[in-house]
């Protein structure tokens, strides 16, 4: 079956401009979670959403934004973009929301802020 | 504070020798941990987690709650096996996806 596809693979934006990420998880997968991985802070959580419900949310600013839709794709938002924003994000999916259950990693966007 | 430490950012080894790259965690309860590895140009995945009690790639990972340590271990290294690894935690007693990770190690296997 498909892993967990993230799109676009590459962006490129300009500080105060705005973005949104797409993730289309494993089909049959009701859990998102997404990640921003930097070389200096690492995987840092951003949040989870399952059932079109944002059920956690890490240390972020309020420019990280995020929802899901009825077939579980989940797309997040940043607005206002910063150098700092510059970063991997990773999108997980997940079979169940429940601790402990494996989550399958998409290959990630990488956003550059210039 | 709930966090994953891996002390070591890179870890060489020769092939055939044996590995160990370290976790250690901060919990208050009861933790959930897991190793993911990421292989070049390929996405993270999981490699094991402490409640299956598995071996996999002929991976080890036993948690000790005293020593709050949850280390990688492989008695004999392969060229295959270099990647990054992570730790991570699951924190909360409550149902979540979220997982806390440590800053990952790079193991490099030389010939």
């Known amino acids: 079956k498909a892993g967990v596809t993230q799109t676009p693979r590459y962006l490129i934006k300009t500080r105060g401009q705005q973005v949104t990420l797409s993730c289309s998880p494993i089909s049959g997968h009701r859990s998102v979670s997404w990640y921003q991985q930097t070389p200096g802070q690492g995987l840092q959580f951003l949040f989870e959403?399952?059932?079109?419900?944002?059920?956690n949310k890490g240390n972020f600013p309020g420019r990280f934004s995020g929802r899901q839709f009825s077939n579980s794709r989940s797309e997040m938002n940043v607005s206002t973009l910063e150098l700092g924003d510059s970063a991997l994000y990773l999108c997980?999916?997940?079979?169940?929301?429940?601790?402990?259950?494996?989550?399958?990693f998409g290959q990630g966007t990488r956003l550059t802020v210039v | 504070a709930q966090r994953v430490t891996q002390p070591e950012k890179l870890l060489s080894v020769f092939k055939g020798a044996p590995v160990e790259l370290k976790c250690n965690y901060s919990y208050s309860g009861s933790p959930e941990l897991f190793w993911y590895v990421q292989y070049s140009r390929q996405r993270l995945q999981l490699l094991l987690r402490h409640i299956s009690r598995e071996s996999i790639k002929g991976f080890t990972a036993d948690l000790n709650k005293g020593e709050t340590s949850f280390h990688l271990k492989k008695p004999f290294a392969q060229e295959e096996d270099s990647a990054m690894y992570y730790c991570?935690?699951?924190?909360?007693?409550?149902?979540?996806?979220?997982?806390?990770f440590g800053t990952g190690t790079r193991l490099q296997v030389f010939p």
């Open positions: 997980a999916s997940s079979l169940a929301f429940l601790r402990g259950t494996e989550a399958f």
């Open positions: 959403y399952f059932s079109e419900t944002q059920r």
């Open positions: 991570a935690l699951s924190p909360a007693l409550y149902n979540t996806d979220k997982l806390i």
